[in-house]
Protein backbone atom coordinates (compact mmCIF):
# COMPACT_ATOMS: atom_id res chain seq x y z
CA UNK A 1 0.00 0.00 0.00
CA UNK A 2 2.74 2.65 1.22
CA UNK A 3 4.28 1.72 -2.18
CA UNK A 4 1.37 2.38 -4.37
CA UNK A 5 0.87 5.88 -2.57
CA UNK A 6 4.62 6.46 -3.52
CA UNK A 7 4.56 5.54 -6.76
CA UNK A 8 1.05 7.99 -7.03
CA UNK A 9 3.07 10.66 -5.65
CA UNK A 10 5.61 10.16 -8.46
CA UNK A 11 3.84 9.99 -11.11
CA UNK A 12 1.24 13.63 -9.62
CA UNK A 13 5.12 14.98 -9.76
CA UNK A 14 5.72 13.93 -13.33
CA UNK A 15 2.76 14.77 -14.46
CA UNK A 16 2.91 18.59 -12.82
CA UNK A 17 6.66 18.89 -14.39
CA UNK A 18 4.15 19.92 -17.38
CA UNK A 19 2.44 23.29 -16.67
CA UNK A 20 -0.47 22.27 -18.85
CA UNK A 21 -1.11 18.99 -16.56
CA UNK A 22 -1.72 21.32 -13.58
CA UNK A 23 -5.31 21.29 -12.58
CA UNK A 24 -5.72 25.06 -13.21
CA UNK A 25 -4.73 25.43 -17.02
CA UNK A 26 -5.56 21.97 -17.85
CA UNK A 27 -9.04 23.44 -16.77
CA UNK A 28 -8.77 25.97 -19.04
CA UNK A 29 -6.77 24.35 -22.37
CA UNK A 30 -9.58 21.93 -22.24
CA UNK A 31 -9.56 21.86 -25.55
CA UNK A 32 -6.11 20.45 -26.15
CA UNK A 33 -7.46 17.33 -24.52
CA UNK A 34 -3.65 15.93 -23.62
CA UNK A 35 -5.31 12.64 -21.67
CA UNK A 36 -8.53 12.26 -23.69
CA UNK A 37 -6.75 11.70 -27.11
CA UNK A 38 -4.81 8.64 -25.56
CA UNK A 39 -7.96 7.05 -24.21
CA UNK A 40 -9.53 7.84 -27.64
CA UNK A 41 -6.43 5.61 -29.89
CA UNK A 42 -6.76 3.25 -27.07
CA UNK A 43 -9.80 2.55 -28.20
CA UNK A 44 -9.20 2.82 -31.84
CA UNK A 45 -6.74 0.62 -31.53
CA UNK A 46 -8.68 -2.04 -30.51
CA UNK A 47 -11.05 -1.44 -33.42
CA UNK A 48 -10.64 -4.05 -36.64
CA UNK A 49 -11.75 -1.25 -38.89
CA UNK A 50 -8.49 0.76 -37.78
CA UNK A 51 -6.04 -2.25 -36.99
CA UNK A 52 -3.87 -1.80 -39.32
CA UNK A 53 -3.23 2.24 -38.89
CA UNK A 54 0.41 3.61 -37.51
CA UNK A 55 -0.19 5.96 -34.69
CA UNK A 56 0.50 8.98 -36.64
CA UNK A 57 -2.81 7.56 -39.00
CA UNK A 58 -4.84 6.96 -35.99
CA UNK A 59 -3.97 10.66 -34.98
CA UNK A 60 -5.62 11.77 -38.57
CA UNK A 61 -8.56 9.68 -38.06
CA UNK A 62 -9.20 10.63 -34.67
CA UNK A 63 -9.35 14.77 -35.69
CA UNK A 64 -12.44 13.20 -37.16
CA UNK A 65 -14.43 11.61 -34.69
CA UNK A 66 -17.45 13.35 -32.73
CA UNK A 67 -17.72 12.57 -29.16
CA UNK A 68 -21.05 12.26 -27.95
CA UNK A 69 -23.04 11.22 -24.51
CA UNK A 70 -26.43 9.00 -24.18
CA UNK A 71 -28.42 8.45 -21.32
CA UNK A 72 -29.81 4.94 -20.40
CA UNK A 73 -32.43 4.05 -22.97
CA UNK A 74 -31.80 6.79 -25.19
CA UNK A 75 -31.88 5.74 -28.91
CA UNK A 76 -28.69 6.32 -30.63
CA UNK A 77 -30.38 5.83 -34.00
CA UNK A 78 -34.00 4.38 -35.22
CA UNK A 79 -33.99 1.48 -37.95
CA UNK A 80 -35.50 2.91 -40.88
CA UNK A 81 -33.67 6.26 -40.90
CA UNK A 82 -30.90 6.89 -43.46
CA UNK A 83 -27.83 6.06 -41.64
CA UNK A 84 -24.71 9.06 -41.75
CA UNK A 85 -22.54 7.85 -39.24
CA UNK A 86 -20.49 4.76 -37.65
CA UNK A 87 -20.52 4.71 -33.94
CA UNK A 88 -17.54 2.96 -31.67
CA UNK A 89 -18.37 2.30 -28.03
CA UNK A 90 -16.00 4.03 -26.17
CA UNK A 91 -17.34 3.99 -22.51
CA UNK A 92 -21.27 2.13 -21.60
CA UNK A 93 -22.85 -0.53 -23.46
CA UNK A 94 -25.38 -0.11 -26.14
CA UNK A 95 -27.95 -2.55 -27.67
CA UNK A 96 -28.77 -3.47 -31.01
CA UNK A 97 -32.35 -4.15 -31.47
CA UNK A 98 -34.81 -5.17 -34.44
CA UNK A 99 -38.34 -4.07 -33.98
CA UNK A 100 -40.92 -5.56 -36.35
CA UNK A 101 -44.92 -5.71 -36.06
CA UNK A 102 -44.20 -4.65 -32.45
CA UNK A 103 -42.18 -7.15 -31.57
CA UNK A 104 -38.60 -6.45 -30.32
CA UNK A 105 -35.44 -9.09 -31.34
CA UNK A 106 -32.46 -8.27 -29.26
CA UNK A 107 -29.32 -8.59 -31.55
CA UNK A 108 -26.38 -7.85 -30.03
CA UNK A 109 -25.20 -5.85 -27.07
CA UNK A 110 -21.99 -4.01 -27.75
CA UNK A 111 -19.59 -2.83 -24.96
CA UNK A 112 -16.37 -1.26 -25.28
CA UNK A 113 -14.28 -0.94 -28.08
CA UNK A 114 -17.25 -2.49 -30.68
CA UNK A 115 -18.69 -0.47 -33.21
CA UNK A 116 -21.91 -0.44 -35.13
CA UNK A 117 -23.65 1.31 -37.92
CA UNK A 118 -20.48 0.61 -40.06
CA UNK A 119 -22.70 0.34 -43.58
CA UNK A 120 -23.63 4.40 -43.15
CA UNK A 121 -19.99 4.25 -43.87
CA UNK A 122 -20.79 2.90 -47.70
CA UNK A 123 -24.25 4.96 -48.13
CA UNK A 124 -27.26 6.93 -46.82
CA UNK A 125 -29.39 3.56 -47.02
CA UNK A 126 -31.44 3.23 -43.86
CA UNK A 127 -30.38 1.99 -40.82
CA UNK A 128 -31.69 -2.20 -40.66
CA UNK A 129 -32.13 -2.08 -36.63
CA UNK A 130 -31.92 0.30 -34.14
CA UNK A 131 -28.96 1.28 -31.24
CA UNK A 132 -29.86 2.13 -27.50
CA UNK A 133 -28.04 3.15 -24.81
CA UNK A 134 -28.39 0.46 -22.14
CA UNK A 135 -26.57 2.87 -19.71
CA UNK A 136 -24.24 6.16 -19.75
CA UNK A 137 -22.71 6.04 -22.78
CA UNK A 138 -20.23 7.76 -24.81
CA UNK A 139 -19.53 7.02 -28.31
CA UNK A 140 -16.84 8.03 -30.73
CA UNK A 141 -18.60 8.30 -34.14
CA UNK A 142 -17.13 9.26 -37.23
CA UNK A 143 -19.20 10.73 -40.86
CA UNK A 144 -19.01 9.59 -44.12
CA UNK A 145 -18.99 12.58 -45.78
CA UNK A 146 -15.55 12.97 -43.63
CA UNK A 147 -14.30 9.60 -44.72
CA UNK A 148 -14.75 10.37 -48.11
CA UNK A 149 -12.99 13.85 -47.50
CA UNK A 150 -9.56 11.80 -46.12
CA UNK A 151 -10.04 9.26 -48.56
CA UNK A 152 -9.44 12.38 -50.72
CA UNK A 153 -6.96 13.77 -48.71
CA UNK A 154 -4.72 11.05 -47.99
CA UNK A 155 -5.66 7.60 -49.93
CA UNK A 156 -3.52 5.73 -48.25
CA UNK A 157 -5.24 5.73 -44.87
CA UNK A 158 -9.02 5.90 -46.62
CA UNK A 159 -7.57 3.07 -48.24
CA UNK A 160 -6.68 0.90 -45.33
CA UNK A 161 -10.02 1.65 -43.87
CA UNK A 162 -12.17 0.80 -46.72
CA UNK A 163 -9.72 -2.32 -47.51
CA UNK A 164 -10.73 -3.66 -43.93
CA UNK A 165 -14.44 -2.18 -43.86
CA UNK A 166 -14.97 -4.66 -47.10
CA UNK A 167 -13.30 -7.83 -45.01
CA UNK A 168 -15.68 -6.90 -41.81
CA UNK A 169 -18.66 -7.00 -43.96
CA UNK A 170 -17.31 -9.89 -46.01
CA UNK A 171 -17.21 -12.00 -42.96
CA UNK A 172 -20.26 -10.92 -41.23
CA UNK A 173 -22.28 -11.97 -44.41
CA UNK A 174 -20.13 -15.59 -44.26
CA UNK A 175 -21.60 -15.64 -40.68
CA UNK A 176 -25.08 -14.93 -41.71
CA UNK A 177 -24.64 -17.49 -44.66
CA UNK A 178 -23.57 -20.20 -42.68
CA UNK A 179 -26.66 -19.25 -39.71
CA UNK A 180 -28.79 -19.02 -42.68
CA UNK A 181 -28.18 -22.69 -43.73
CA UNK A 182 -27.91 -23.68 -40.01
CA UNK A 183 -32.12 -22.63 -39.89
CA UNK A 184 -32.76 -24.22 -43.26
CA UNK A 185 -31.21 -27.53 -41.74
CA UNK A 186 -33.11 -27.33 -38.67
CA UNK A 187 -36.27 -26.44 -40.58
CA UNK B 1 -37.13 11.75 -4.56
CA UNK B 2 -39.09 9.68 -7.13
CA UNK B 3 -36.81 8.88 -10.78
CA UNK B 4 -39.84 10.16 -13.11
CA UNK B 5 -40.09 12.98 -10.66
CA UNK B 6 -36.05 13.44 -10.80
CA UNK B 7 -36.59 13.24 -14.66
CA UNK B 8 -39.05 15.73 -15.28
CA UNK B 9 -37.26 18.59 -13.27
CA UNK B 10 -34.37 17.64 -15.03
CA UNK B 11 -35.70 17.93 -18.11
CA UNK B 12 -37.65 21.23 -17.34
CA UNK B 13 -33.85 22.81 -15.64
CA UNK B 14 -32.33 21.67 -18.93
CA UNK B 15 -35.23 24.07 -21.11
CA UNK B 16 -34.73 26.86 -18.77
CA UNK B 17 -31.22 26.76 -18.98
CA UNK B 18 -30.61 26.23 -22.76
CA UNK B 19 -33.46 29.24 -23.46
CA UNK B 20 -31.41 31.57 -21.13
CA UNK B 21 -28.26 31.14 -22.85
CA UNK B 22 -29.28 30.76 -26.03
CA UNK B 23 -30.95 34.30 -25.70
CA UNK B 24 -27.76 35.45 -23.68
CA UNK B 25 -25.67 34.72 -26.98
CA UNK B 26 -27.95 35.77 -29.87
CA UNK B 27 -28.42 39.58 -27.84
CA UNK B 28 -24.28 39.37 -27.65
CA UNK B 29 -24.07 37.70 -30.93
CA UNK B 30 -26.38 40.91 -32.39
CA UNK B 31 -24.47 43.18 -30.41
CA UNK B 32 -21.44 42.02 -31.44
CA UNK B 33 -22.12 41.71 -35.35
CA UNK B 34 -23.41 45.42 -35.57
CA UNK B 35 -20.51 47.13 -32.78
CA UNK B 36 -18.23 45.42 -34.97
CA UNK B 37 -18.94 45.79 -38.35
CA UNK B 38 -15.42 46.84 -39.20
CA UNK B 39 -14.17 43.87 -38.58
CA UNK B 40 -16.59 41.76 -40.43
CA UNK B 41 -15.54 42.21 -44.40
CA UNK B 42 -11.77 41.40 -43.27
CA UNK B 43 -13.01 38.29 -41.32
CA UNK B 44 -15.27 37.00 -43.59
CA UNK B 45 -12.74 37.67 -46.34
CA UNK B 46 -9.91 35.58 -44.59
CA UNK B 47 -12.45 32.64 -43.97
CA UNK B 48 -13.22 32.27 -47.51
CA UNK B 49 -9.85 32.86 -48.87
CA UNK B 50 -8.94 30.15 -46.27
CA UNK B 51 -12.17 27.84 -47.56
CA UNK B 52 -11.36 28.62 -51.16
CA UNK B 53 -7.38 27.09 -50.17
CA UNK B 54 -8.52 23.81 -48.64
CA UNK B 55 -8.82 21.95 -51.62
CA UNK B 56 -4.98 23.47 -52.34
CA UNK B 57 -3.98 21.95 -49.18
CA UNK B 58 -5.54 18.80 -49.80
CA UNK B 59 -3.69 18.81 -52.94
CA UNK B 60 -0.37 19.32 -51.23
CA UNK B 61 -1.13 16.68 -48.55
CA UNK B 62 -2.27 14.18 -51.28
CA UNK B 63 1.12 14.64 -53.26
CA UNK B 64 3.44 14.10 -49.84
CA UNK B 65 3.47 17.98 -48.18
CA UNK B 66 3.46 17.92 -44.97
CA UNK B 67 0.54 19.53 -43.46
CA UNK B 68 2.18 22.18 -41.58
CA UNK B 69 4.37 22.26 -44.44
CA UNK B 70 1.47 23.14 -46.75
CA UNK B 71 -0.29 25.57 -44.29
CA UNK B 72 3.09 27.66 -43.77
CA UNK B 73 3.16 27.78 -47.73
CA UNK B 74 -0.43 28.81 -48.45
CA UNK B 75 -0.19 31.62 -45.85
CA UNK B 76 3.22 32.73 -47.31
CA UNK B 77 1.51 32.66 -50.93
CA UNK B 78 -1.53 34.92 -49.20
CA UNK B 79 0.65 37.07 -47.15
CA UNK B 80 2.61 38.02 -50.58
CA UNK B 81 -0.55 38.54 -52.40
CA UNK B 82 -1.64 40.75 -50.11
CA UNK B 83 1.05 42.69 -49.41
CA UNK B 84 1.23 42.70 -53.23
CA UNK B 85 -2.26 43.70 -53.65
CA UNK B 86 -1.96 46.83 -50.99
CA UNK B 87 1.34 47.77 -52.45
CA UNK B 88 -0.82 48.28 -56.16
CA UNK B 89 -3.63 50.07 -54.60
CA UNK B 90 -1.32 52.41 -52.86
CA UNK B 91 0.41 52.97 -56.14
CA UNK B 92 -2.53 53.78 -57.86
CA UNK B 93 -3.94 56.16 -55.64
CA UNK B 94 -3.05 59.48 -57.06
CA UNK B 95 -1.22 62.09 -54.81
CA UNK B 96 -2.55 66.00 -54.38
CA UNK B 97 -1.35 67.08 -57.68
CA UNK B 98 -2.06 64.19 -59.51
CA UNK B 99 -5.79 64.43 -58.26
CA UNK B 100 -6.68 68.02 -59.21
CA UNK B 101 -5.23 67.09 -63.05
CA UNK B 102 -7.28 64.30 -63.07
CA UNK B 103 -10.36 66.00 -61.80
CA UNK B 104 -9.39 68.99 -64.47
CA UNK B 105 -9.35 66.78 -67.35
CA UNK B 106 -12.45 64.55 -66.68
CA UNK B 107 -14.58 67.41 -65.95
CA UNK B 108 -13.26 68.48 -69.32
CA UNK B 109 -13.60 65.16 -71.15
CA UNK B 110 -16.99 64.62 -70.05
CA UNK B 111 -18.07 68.10 -71.62
CA UNK B 112 -16.35 67.56 -74.77
CA UNK B 113 -18.24 64.04 -75.09
CA UNK B 114 -21.22 65.34 -74.07
CA UNK B 115 -20.99 68.12 -76.97
CA UNK B 116 -20.00 65.94 -79.35
CA UNK B 117 -22.19 63.15 -79.31
CA UNK B 118 -24.97 66.52 -79.01
CA UNK B 119 -23.62 67.96 -81.86
CA UNK B 120 -23.20 71.14 -80.01
CA UNK B 121 -20.19 72.85 -81.55
CA UNK B 122 -19.42 76.15 -79.66
CA UNK B 123 -20.38 77.47 -76.32
CA UNK B 124 -21.08 80.80 -76.64
CA UNK B 125 -23.58 79.98 -79.59
CA UNK B 126 -27.42 78.76 -78.83
CA UNK B 127 -27.42 75.98 -80.86
CA UNK B 128 -29.88 73.57 -81.54
CA UNK B 129 -27.50 70.48 -81.61
CA UNK B 130 -28.30 67.06 -83.54
CA UNK B 131 -31.23 64.97 -82.75
CA UNK B 132 -30.43 63.15 -79.61
CA UNK B 133 -30.10 66.88 -77.86
CA UNK B 134 -33.47 68.38 -79.23
CA UNK B 135 -35.46 65.35 -77.63
CA UNK B 136 -33.32 64.75 -74.18
CA UNK B 137 -31.35 68.31 -73.86
CA UNK B 138 -33.43 69.95 -72.00
CA UNK B 139 -33.29 66.86 -69.23
CA UNK B 140 -29.73 66.19 -69.81
CA UNK B 141 -28.68 69.72 -68.90
CA UNK B 142 -29.39 69.95 -65.60
CA UNK B 143 -27.96 66.64 -65.02
CA UNK B 144 -24.57 68.31 -66.71
CA UNK B 145 -24.79 71.44 -64.99
CA UNK B 146 -24.86 68.94 -61.46
CA UNK B 147 -22.27 66.87 -62.54
CA UNK B 148 -19.83 70.44 -63.27
CA UNK B 149 -20.56 71.68 -59.94
CA UNK B 150 -19.40 68.27 -58.73
CA UNK B 151 -16.32 67.88 -60.51
CA UNK B 152 -15.08 71.73 -60.54
CA UNK B 153 -12.18 72.36 -58.16
CA UNK B 154 -13.70 74.64 -55.14
CA UNK B 155 -12.09 77.84 -54.07
CA UNK B 156 -8.79 76.28 -51.84
CA UNK B 157 -8.16 74.01 -55.12
CA UNK B 158 -7.95 76.32 -57.25
CA UNK B 159 -5.30 78.38 -55.48
CA UNK B 160 -3.51 75.18 -55.16
CA UNK B 161 -3.81 74.15 -58.89
CA UNK B 162 -2.90 78.21 -59.90
CA UNK B 163 -0.19 78.04 -57.42
CA UNK B 164 1.40 74.67 -58.94
CA UNK B 165 0.71 76.02 -62.60
CA UNK B 166 3.75 78.80 -61.23
CA UNK B 167 5.39 76.06 -60.06
CA UNK B 168 8.17 74.50 -62.24
CA UNK B 169 9.86 71.33 -62.34
CA UNK B 170 14.17 70.76 -63.10
CA UNK B 171 13.92 71.24 -66.97
CA UNK B 172 12.01 74.74 -66.80
CA UNK B 173 8.70 73.38 -67.36
CA UNK B 174 5.34 74.40 -65.72
CA UNK B 175 4.78 71.40 -63.29
CA UNK B 176 1.18 71.66 -64.50
CA UNK B 177 1.34 70.99 -68.36
CA UNK B 178 -0.19 74.25 -70.64
CA UNK B 179 -2.88 71.25 -71.84
CA UNK B 180 -4.41 70.77 -68.27
CA UNK B 181 -4.11 74.60 -68.04
CA UNK B 182 -6.29 75.09 -71.06
CA UNK B 183 -8.56 72.36 -69.55
CA UNK B 184 -8.99 74.40 -66.32
CA UNK B 185 -9.48 77.72 -68.16
CA UNK B 186 -12.32 75.80 -70.57
CA UNK B 187 -13.68 74.56 -67.31
CA UNK B 188 -14.17 77.78 -66.00
CA UNK B 189 -15.76 79.18 -69.25
CA UNK B 190 -18.43 75.95 -68.82
CA UNK B 191 -19.24 77.19 -65.47
CA UNK B 192 -20.35 80.36 -66.74
CA UNK B 193 -22.11 79.32 -69.83
CA UNK B 194 -23.96 76.90 -67.77
CA UNK B 195 -24.97 79.64 -65.00
CA UNK B 196 -23.21 78.29 -62.15
CA UNK B 197 -22.22 80.61 -59.78
CA UNK B 198 -18.42 80.22 -58.44
CA UNK B 199 -19.44 81.53 -55.18
CA UNK B 200 -21.51 78.77 -54.73
CA UNK B 201 -19.08 76.61 -54.84
CA UNK B 202 -17.00 78.45 -52.32
CA UNK B 203 -19.70 78.60 -50.36
CA UNK B 204 -20.94 75.11 -49.80
CA UNK B 205 -17.01 74.67 -48.93
CA UNK B 206 -16.36 76.34 -46.55
CA UNK B 207 -14.55 74.90 -44.09
CA UNK B 208 -12.95 72.74 -46.60
CA UNK B 209 -9.41 74.45 -46.39
CA UNK B 210 -9.41 74.10 -42.09
CA UNK B 211 -10.29 70.24 -43.13
CA UNK B 212 -7.19 70.24 -45.66
CA UNK B 213 -5.14 71.65 -42.86
CA UNK B 214 -6.02 68.12 -40.65
CA UNK B 215 -6.34 66.16 -43.92
CA UNK B 216 -3.05 64.82 -43.79
CA UNK B 217 -2.79 64.06 -40.28
CA UNK B 218 -5.96 62.29 -40.07
CA UNK B 219 -5.01 59.92 -43.12
CA UNK B 220 -2.13 58.58 -41.42
CA UNK B 221 -3.94 57.73 -38.58
CA UNK B 222 -6.80 56.32 -40.85
CA UNK B 223 -4.19 54.10 -42.87
CA UNK B 224 -3.27 53.29 -39.49
CA UNK B 225 -6.18 52.05 -38.20
CA UNK B 226 -7.74 50.63 -41.33
CA UNK B 227 -4.29 48.45 -41.44
CA UNK B 228 -5.18 47.46 -37.99
CA UNK B 229 -8.23 45.82 -38.83
CA UNK B 230 -7.07 44.46 -41.73
CA UNK B 231 -4.74 42.47 -39.91
CA UNK B 232 -7.45 39.91 -38.41
CA UNK B 233 -7.72 38.82 -42.16
CA UNK B 234 -4.47 37.00 -42.42
CA UNK B 235 -4.96 35.42 -38.95
CA UNK B 236 -8.22 34.22 -39.66
CA UNK B 237 -6.92 33.01 -42.89
CA UNK B 238 -4.15 30.85 -40.72
CA UNK B 239 -6.63 29.75 -38.23
CA UNK B 240 -9.30 28.60 -40.65
CA UNK B 241 -6.41 26.23 -42.41
CA UNK B 242 -4.53 24.97 -38.89
CA UNK B 243 -8.24 24.35 -37.61
CA UNK B 244 -8.56 20.94 -38.54
CA UNK B 245 -12.17 20.28 -38.13
CA UNK B 246 -12.61 21.88 -34.27
CA UNK B 247 -14.91 24.39 -35.56
CA UNK B 248 -17.05 21.71 -37.20
CA UNK B 249 -16.94 19.66 -34.15
CA UNK B 250 -18.19 22.08 -31.83
CA UNK B 251 -20.75 23.51 -33.97
CA UNK B 252 -21.81 19.60 -34.48
CA UNK B 253 -21.73 19.40 -30.25
CA UNK B 254 -24.22 21.98 -29.75
CA UNK B 255 -26.53 19.44 -31.47
CA UNK B 256 -28.84 17.76 -29.50
CA UNK B 257 -28.62 13.59 -29.76
CA UNK B 258 -31.88 12.96 -31.67
CA UNK B 259 -30.22 15.59 -34.40
CA UNK B 260 -26.81 14.37 -34.65
CA UNK B 261 -26.63 12.71 -37.97
CA UNK B 262 -28.93 15.09 -39.67
CA UNK B 263 -26.99 17.90 -38.36
CA UNK B 264 -23.83 16.34 -39.85
CA UNK B 265 -26.04 15.63 -43.29
CA UNK B 266 -27.07 19.34 -43.01
CA UNK B 267 -23.99 20.70 -42.34
CA UNK B 268 -21.77 19.17 -44.76
CA UNK B 269 -24.51 19.98 -47.45
CA UNK B 270 -23.92 23.89 -46.61
CA UNK B 271 -20.65 23.33 -46.05
CA UNK B 272 -20.63 21.74 -49.81
CA UNK B 273 -23.09 24.80 -51.12
CA UNK B 274 -20.76 27.06 -49.75
CA UNK B 275 -17.47 25.83 -51.38
CA UNK B 276 -19.16 25.27 -54.79
CA UNK B 277 -20.42 28.62 -54.55
CA UNK B 278 -17.02 30.37 -54.00
CA UNK B 279 -15.51 28.10 -56.23
CA UNK B 280 -18.38 29.28 -59.23
CA UNK B 281 -18.07 32.80 -58.01
CA UNK B 282 -14.07 32.78 -58.47
CA UNK B 283 -14.11 31.22 -61.66
CA UNK B 284 -16.18 33.76 -63.27
CA UNK B 285 -14.40 36.66 -61.63
CA UNK B 286 -11.61 35.10 -63.75
CA UNK B 287 -13.47 34.73 -66.60
CA UNK B 288 -15.16 37.75 -66.43
CA UNK B 289 -11.81 39.83 -65.87
CA UNK B 290 -10.13 37.64 -68.51
CA UNK B 291 -12.50 38.08 -71.26
CA UNK B 292 -12.31 42.05 -70.31
CA UNK B 293 -8.88 42.07 -70.13
CA UNK B 294 -8.63 40.49 -74.02
CA UNK B 295 -11.27 43.08 -74.85
CA UNK B 296 -9.83 46.09 -73.77
CA UNK B 297 -6.49 45.32 -75.12
CA UNK B 298 -7.92 44.78 -78.38
CA UNK B 299 -9.89 48.34 -78.68
CA UNK B 300 -6.19 49.94 -77.97
CA UNK B 301 -6.49 50.28 -73.87
CA UNK B 302 -2.88 49.90 -71.73
CA UNK B 303 -2.48 45.85 -71.18
CA UNK B 304 -0.97 47.29 -67.61
CA UNK B 305 -4.33 49.32 -66.74
CA UNK B 306 -6.27 47.11 -68.45
CA UNK B 307 -5.19 44.48 -66.20
CA UNK B 308 -6.40 46.44 -63.35
CA UNK B 309 -9.45 47.72 -64.64
CA UNK B 310 -10.66 43.98 -65.76
CA UNK B 311 -10.25 43.25 -62.24
CA UNK B 312 -11.93 45.65 -60.70
CA UNK B 313 -15.21 45.31 -63.06
CA UNK B 314 -15.01 41.43 -62.48
CA UNK B 315 -14.65 41.49 -58.50
CA UNK B 316 -17.61 44.23 -58.87
CA UNK B 317 -19.50 41.85 -60.86
CA UNK B 318 -20.22 39.41 -57.97
CA UNK B 319 -22.25 42.16 -56.59
CA UNK B 320 -25.48 41.67 -58.59
CA UNK B 321 -27.57 44.35 -60.30
CA UNK B 322 -24.91 46.79 -59.42
CA UNK B 323 -21.70 45.67 -60.13
CA UNK B 324 -21.84 45.98 -63.66
CA UNK B 325 -22.48 49.25 -63.22
CA UNK B 326 -19.20 50.05 -60.99
CA UNK B 327 -17.12 47.98 -63.86
CA UNK B 328 -18.56 49.92 -66.26
CA UNK B 329 -18.12 53.70 -64.73
CA UNK B 330 -14.24 52.75 -63.95
CA UNK B 331 -13.76 51.29 -67.50
CA UNK B 332 -15.61 54.11 -69.13
CA UNK B 333 -13.79 56.85 -67.13
CA UNK B 334 -10.34 55.42 -68.13
CA UNK B 335 -10.98 55.30 -71.34
CA UNK B 336 -12.06 58.60 -71.25
CA UNK B 337 -8.76 59.81 -70.37
CA UNK B 338 -7.22 57.90 -72.61
CA UNK B 339 -9.44 59.08 -75.30
CA UNK B 340 -8.05 62.59 -74.49
CA UNK B 341 -4.59 61.67 -74.05
CA UNK B 342 -5.30 60.48 -78.27
CA UNK B 343 -2.20 57.79 -78.58
CA UNK B 344 -4.39 54.25 -78.91
CA UNK B 345 -2.82 51.64 -80.49
CA UNK B 346 -5.70 48.81 -81.04
CA UNK B 347 -5.89 45.68 -82.55
CA UNK B 348 -8.88 46.60 -84.44
CA UNK B 349 -7.73 49.40 -87.12
CA UNK B 350 -11.46 50.72 -87.42
CA UNK B 351 -11.32 51.46 -83.40
CA UNK B 352 -10.07 55.52 -83.49
CA UNK B 353 -9.30 57.27 -80.03
CA UNK B 354 -12.18 59.70 -80.34
CA UNK B 355 -14.72 56.75 -80.02
CA UNK B 356 -12.94 54.68 -77.15
CA UNK B 357 -15.59 56.20 -74.49
CA UNK B 358 -18.19 54.57 -76.74
CA UNK B 359 -16.21 51.09 -77.37
CA UNK B 360 -15.48 50.75 -74.09
CA UNK B 361 -19.25 50.97 -73.20
CA UNK B 362 -19.99 48.29 -75.95
CA UNK B 363 -17.53 46.16 -74.30
CA UNK B 364 -18.12 45.96 -70.92
CA UNK B 365 -21.79 45.17 -72.02
CA UNK B 366 -20.99 42.21 -74.60
CA UNK B 367 -18.85 40.84 -71.58
CA UNK B 368 -21.59 41.02 -69.05
CA UNK B 369 -24.07 39.03 -72.34
CA UNK B 370 -21.68 36.79 -72.40
CA UNK B 371 -21.43 36.45 -68.21
CA UNK B 372 -25.47 35.96 -68.38
CA UNK B 373 -25.25 33.44 -71.55
CA UNK B 374 -22.74 31.58 -71.02
CA UNK B 375 -20.27 31.99 -67.89
CA UNK B 376 -22.89 32.16 -65.32
CA UNK B 377 -25.03 28.98 -66.46
CA UNK B 378 -21.95 26.98 -67.47
CA UNK B 379 -20.61 27.33 -64.34
CA UNK B 380 -22.57 27.79 -61.36
CA UNK B 381 -25.81 25.48 -63.23
CA UNK B 382 -28.04 24.95 -60.64
CA UNK B 383 -26.01 26.00 -57.89
CA UNK B 384 -27.09 29.42 -57.44
CA UNK B 385 -31.09 28.70 -58.43
CA UNK B 386 -32.22 32.25 -57.48
CA UNK B 387 -35.39 34.41 -59.08
CA UNK B 388 -33.81 37.33 -60.32
CA UNK B 389 -36.42 39.56 -58.15
CA UNK B 390 -35.52 37.37 -54.91
CA UNK B 391 -31.71 38.39 -55.77
CA UNK B 392 -32.98 41.64 -56.33
CA UNK B 393 -34.51 42.28 -52.73
CA UNK B 394 -31.73 40.49 -51.28
CA UNK B 395 -28.94 42.69 -52.42
CA UNK B 396 -31.20 45.92 -51.86
CA UNK B 397 -32.44 44.38 -48.15
CA UNK B 398 -28.34 43.67 -47.63
CA UNK B 399 -27.39 47.11 -48.56
CA UNK B 400 -29.85 48.63 -46.03
CA UNK B 401 -29.03 46.21 -43.26
CA UNK B 402 -25.26 46.61 -43.68
CA UNK B 403 -24.12 48.85 -46.53
CA UNK B 404 -21.86 47.65 -48.51
CA UNK B 405 -20.94 44.40 -47.09
CA UNK B 406 -24.66 43.44 -47.15
CA UNK B 407 -24.55 44.16 -50.51
CA UNK B 408 -21.37 42.22 -51.45
CA UNK B 409 -22.81 38.84 -49.05
CA UNK B 410 -26.38 39.21 -49.87
CA UNK B 411 -26.49 36.14 -52.77
CA UNK B 412 -23.95 34.30 -50.44
CA UNK B 413 -26.16 34.50 -47.32
CA UNK B 414 -28.95 33.73 -49.44
CA UNK B 415 -27.52 30.37 -51.23
CA UNK B 416 -26.71 29.38 -47.19
CA UNK B 417 -30.36 30.08 -45.89
CA UNK B 418 -31.79 27.90 -48.77
CA UNK B 419 -29.77 25.18 -48.80
CA UNK B 420 -30.01 25.51 -45.22
CA UNK B 421 -33.55 25.47 -45.20
CA UNK B 422 -34.06 22.84 -47.72
CA UNK B 423 -31.54 20.40 -46.35
CA UNK B 424 -32.82 20.37 -42.94
CA UNK B 425 -36.33 20.31 -44.25
CA UNK B 426 -35.07 17.39 -46.32
CA UNK B 427 -33.49 15.48 -42.93
CA UNK B 428 -36.02 16.34 -40.82
CA UNK B 429 -38.98 14.11 -42.94
CA UNK B 430 -35.92 11.24 -43.81
CA UNK B 431 -35.01 10.78 -40.06
CA UNK B 432 -39.47 10.77 -39.02
CA UNK B 433 -38.61 13.91 -37.16
CA UNK B 434 -41.60 15.80 -38.69
CA UNK B 435 -43.98 14.60 -41.65
Known amino acids: ?187 | MDPAEFKKQRRKRSIIYHTVFSAIFLTLGVYLLISLQALILPMVLGFLAAYLCMPLLDMLRRNGVPKGAGILILFLVFVILIMFISREVVRLIPDEQEMLELQVNLQYQINEQYRAYMGIEDLAEDEDGNLLYQVFGEELDPMMSTLNRFLMLDEYEREQFEELRNTYDHEGNPIISNHTWRHYQQNLEELNYLGIDEEMIEVQDEGEEEAEATREHSLIAEIISVASIWLIMPVVFLFMLVDDGRLKKSLISLVPNTYFEMGLTALDNVDRAIGNYLRGTFMEVVAVAATLWILLVMIGLDWGISIILSLIAGIANVIPFFGSVVGLVVIALYALMESHMGEINPWLPFIQADHLLLWSVVVVMLVQLIDNVYFKPVIFGSVVDLHPLVVFLAAIAGSVMFGFIGLLFAIPVIVVLKELYGTIHRELKAYFLIY
Not at chain 1, 41 to 66: M, N
Not at chain 1, 154 to 160: A, M, W
Not at chain 1, 165 to 185: C, D, F, P, W
Open chain 1, 1 to 187: MKSDGKAEKQADNVNEQFWYNHPFWANIFDWFQFSSDEDVYDVLHQIPLFEHLSHRELKTVSTLLHEREYEPEEFVFRMHQPGAAMFIVEQGEVEVIHDMDSEVFHLARLKKGEFFGELALLDNSPRSASAVAQKKTRLLAIFRADLDKLMMSQPTIGGKIMKQLAIIIGMRLKATNEQLSQVNLEV
